[in-house]
């Protein structure tokens, strides 16, 4: 680290990922924690309130002490990076951590950072703190401002006679079934429907979260661009009919070429994008994604590429290059997945993006780009035209 970063950090001052301490305390440990627990960030110690450097007297004293305490009165324990920066008016240790995911505690209190404040956190931040470690409960709540009638009862009848048949023959009640199932939840005495049940089987889902939608644009170009927008669509509907409504905008908007077959008799189509593979990323983004964020899928099409990016970033445990790979199973939403595996939309062996892949190599386009972004999965589908005029 050299001076001329630490002079930024000083001249930036405190904020959400940077806080100053004058010495040691165990007040570092809980900002450690805040930080942790946020976005990650970094204290720097032998720095007063003011962003003057005052320095230390033991830095290694207090290198130690943040390691040791990290490890021994954090739970689960932090392994910050310690770094000892020499300056001209001092020593100043600095202390980094990343933000990991999971709720760190410092003698059974949570901390978490808010502006240049580190703070114990409130039952709502802890709650929501605990949805971030284990994601996959989210789906199992009840969804908020929703009665058992916001289901499309025909519609969840319709799907039991067909997966559970001896169950609907026994005249197994429909709720039994949405508990069993978890489409539906108990609460204070009432049946509701959980936050999958909605997104599944709700009737018009959106008019209670308009995040749980896509919204699918065309723009010319390749830039984003407001100004150059010259379609734009908010899809709405279950689950499945967002699928649908999803490739439909791009069938409208792709452009399709034609080339004879061997036997130069027929005319084949040959699509912008294989439409298995857009159909693949769709499914993808509506079954994995976060539905915690009050943000919808956006669905992009510019003159050189299909864009799908959704809230969410990878579970925890999970890296991209694992994914790539195939094979994997593990999904933040298992009963979303289910219901749609059942209905005929995905497949459940983990191969999904190594399919994806594939069909883009058998398209002539270039390779499909997937990126995991702090909040973010984006998958990029690079056009088969745009390839094709690049070579020429």
């Not at 942790?36 to 003057?52: C, K, P, S, W, Y």
């Not at 956190?121 to 009665?147: D, M, N, Q």
């Not at 379609?231 to 649908?244: M, N």
């Amino acid at each position: 680290m050299n001076a001329e970063t630490f002079a930024a950090w000083l001249a930036t001052g405190e904020g959400e990922q940077i806080e100053f301490k004058e010495k040691y305390s165990s007040r570092v440990i809980e900002s450690l924690v805040a930080l942790a627990n946020t976005a990650g960030g970094r204290v720097l110690i032998g720095v007063n309130d003011h962003g003057q450097v005052v320095g230390l007297a033991d830095p290694d004293r207090a290198a130690e002490s943040v390691i040791s305490a990290c490890r021994e009165a954090v739970s689960p324990p932090l392994a910050p990076s310690v770094e000892s920066v020499k300056l001209p008016d001092g020593i100043v240790v600095v202390a980094r951590v990343q933000a990991t995911g999971r709720m760190h505690a410092k003698g059974g209190a949570v901390f978490v950072r808010h502006g240049r404040q580190t703070r114990r956190a409130s039952g709502e931040e802890i709650r929501l703190l605990t949805l971030r470690e284990t994601p996959e409960v989210y789906e199992t709540l009840p969804a908020t401002g929703t009665t058992w009638n916001h289901l499309n009862l025909a519609r969840l009848r319709e799907y039991f006679v067909a997966d559970a048949p001896r169950a609907m023959a026994a005249e197994a009640g429909l709720t039994d079934l949405a508990l069993a199932a978890k489409l539906a939840v108990v609460q204070a005495g009432q049946t509701l429907p959980t936050v999958a049940g909605m997104l599944l089987f709700g009737r018009e889902p959106q008019r209670y979260n308009s995040g749980w939608g896509i919204t699918a644009l065309r723009i010319r170009g390749q830039e984003l661009d407001r100004n150059r927008v010259v379609d734009r669509r908010e899809l709405v509907g279950a689950a499945d009919e967002l699928i649908e409504a999803g490739q439909r905008f791009v069938v409208d908007h792709m452009q399709v070429t034609y080339q004879f077959a061997p036997d130069g008799l027929r005319r084949v189509e040959m699509p912008e994008y294989p439409l298995d593979a857009v159909r693949e990323v769709l499914v993808n983004a509506v079954a994995h994604r976060d539905y915690q964020p009050a943000e919808t899928v956006q669905l992009r099409i510019f003159d050189d590429r299909l864009e799908v990016q959704n809230p969410g970033a990878l579970l925890p445990g999970l890296s991209l290059e694992t994914i790539l790979r195939g094979g994997v199973a593990r999904r933040r939403n298992d009963t979303i997945s289910a219901v749609l595996y059942r209905l005929g939309y995905l497949e459940r062996a983990g191969f999904g993006i190594v399919f994806v892949q594939q069909r883009m190599r058998e398209q002539g386009a270039d390779a499909p780009r997937f990126e995991t972004l702090a909040s973010h999965f984006l998958v990029v589908l690079p056009s088969r035209l745009a390839t094709a005029r690049a070579a020429e």
